[in-house]
């Protein structure tokens, strides 16, 4: 029997593409680039963690220029790009009276003018590094090559010092398997879930075809063979044609006395079991609950999903400790040494700290008893304060005690560091 007359004949145009290689045909960038799911691996955390701002309590000078910068957005890319391709980076474009290549003057830094966002794969580390064996940042870069790509313009690359470049490290690696030459590239926290995701892609493009075969005809015809090694597959495949165009629910199929034609219907129980431990399995990896990720109700009696978003809104708050604290903090000291602030602070090392908003925004029957509690714990203490003034602490070294923890108003005294100095250690 000819194997293609039969093909052709009997199968014709319905032939199913079966070279499609969905989402298992690309790559990490180019999964992210098409959006969708594993755009939404990637980017919830970081949106999360920025999505409700953050206040520099200590320091009301600095929000108005996070706001100018795009401090956030831009460390929600280098967290994002962190998150894909190992490591994040934050040129800071500043006007001190310097190039790139060199240290950034920390006393002639006028004004921060820029935060330019880079991939790990944009960075690279340059043969010069620090030599001074006493110092903390012995054998790290001293400069990095940074390449530049953007569309219509040809690629170019430019080198900076690690004074003003910020990074935004990836999940931890063995030093072993770094390969970079970069001490904070670190490993992609998706990759694993990317391949879940290709896992997934692959269950719903066959279940796609297991309902479009849900019902599949067969068509039993006398001289079948005889016809194809006749090379009639022409009038075979016309025949089937004309069955199939007038089957449908409201009529019956008219075929030869000595032809047989039938209907099966595919078994599609477990597919939707399947698809669901598919589902848990991209969950698992990327580090989400199922009902963030897909938008899925919890199941279970009572259930109501707090549980999978506080685990969820843990896992945010410890990235942004790790990840996104220690270059905010950077930036806020660059900010705070500028030469305008600087002057508005008199130089002066004011406390100040990061205060990042709930994630989950309490409601007023929350926020009430909050403030109960609250209210009735300071009530004891300044009982409990009374009662040592009775006992022998004197009434200055009480004032003292309430204005060292801020307590009615009372602002502690300035201590610390200068903006310079910190930027500079920082």
Do not use: C
């Amino acid at each position: 029997m000819n194997e293609d007359g039969y093909l052709s004949a009997v199968l014709g145009s319905a032939m199913l593409d079966a070279g499609a290689a969905g989402l298992s045909g690309l790559d990490d960038l180019a999964m992210y680039a098409e959006g969708g799911l594993p755009a939404r691996v990637v980017d919830m955390i970081p949106d999360t963690a920025v999505s409700r701002g953050v206040e520099i309590t200590g320091d009301d000078r600095v929000r108005g220029e996070l706001d100018r910068l795009k401090a956030l957005p831009a460390l929600a890319d280098a967290w994002r790009w962190a998150r894909l391709t190992g490591g994040g980076a934050i040129v800071i474009v500043a006007k001190d009276g310097r190039s790139l290549r060199e240290p950034l003057d920390l006393e002639g830094l006028v004004q921060l003018l820029e935060l330019k966002v880079f991939t790990l794969d944009d960075v690279s580390a340059t043969e010069k590094r620090y030599s001074d064996p006493n110092e903390a940042n012995y054998g790290m870069p001293e400069l990095y090559r940074v390449r530049t790509q953007a569309a219509g313009v040809p690629s170019a690359e430019f080198l900076v010092h690690e004074s003003r470049l910020i990074e935004v490290p990836g999940d931890p690696l063995p030093a072993k398997l770094n390969r970079k030459g970069i001490p904070w590239a670190g490993r992609p926290a998706v990759t694993r879930a990317f391949r879940a995701i290709r896992r997934y892609g692959e269950g719903l493009r066959w279940s796609l075809r297991l309902l479009e075969k849900k019902q599949q005809a067969v068509h039993k015809m006398k001289g079948l063979a005889e016809a194809i090694e006749a090379q009639l597959e022409d009038v075979v495949r016309k025949r089937v044609e004309m069955v199939d165009a007038v089957r449908n629910a409201l009529n019956g199929v008219a075929v030869d006395s000595e032809d047989d034609y039938q209907v099966l219907s595919t078994d599609m129980s477990g597919v939707k079991d399947a698809l669901a431990e598919f589902q848990v399995a991209v969950a698992s990896e990327s580090g989400y609950p199922v009902t963030s990720l897909f938008g899925r109700s919890a199941a279970g009696l009572n259930a109501t999903g707090d549980g999978d978003l506080e685990g969820f809104y843990n896992t945010v708050a410890m990235g942004r400790e790790v990840k996104i604290n220690p270059a905010l903090e950077r930036v806020v000291s660059l900010i705070r040494a500028q030469r305008g602030l600087e002057r508005q602070g008199k130089g002066q090392g004011e406390a100040w700290s990061i205060s990042w908003p709930a994630l989950k925004p309490a409601t007023a029957k929350e926020t009430a008893e909050v403030r109960k509690v609250n209210a009735e714990a300071e009530a004891r203490e300044m009982d409990a304060l009374s009662a040592a003034v009775d006992n022998g602490l004197s009434p200055e070294q009480a004032f003292a005690y309430m204005k060292e923890n801020g307590r009615y108003g009372l602002i502690p005294n300035p201590s610390g560091q200068s903006a310079k100095s910190y930027a500079a250690e920082t």
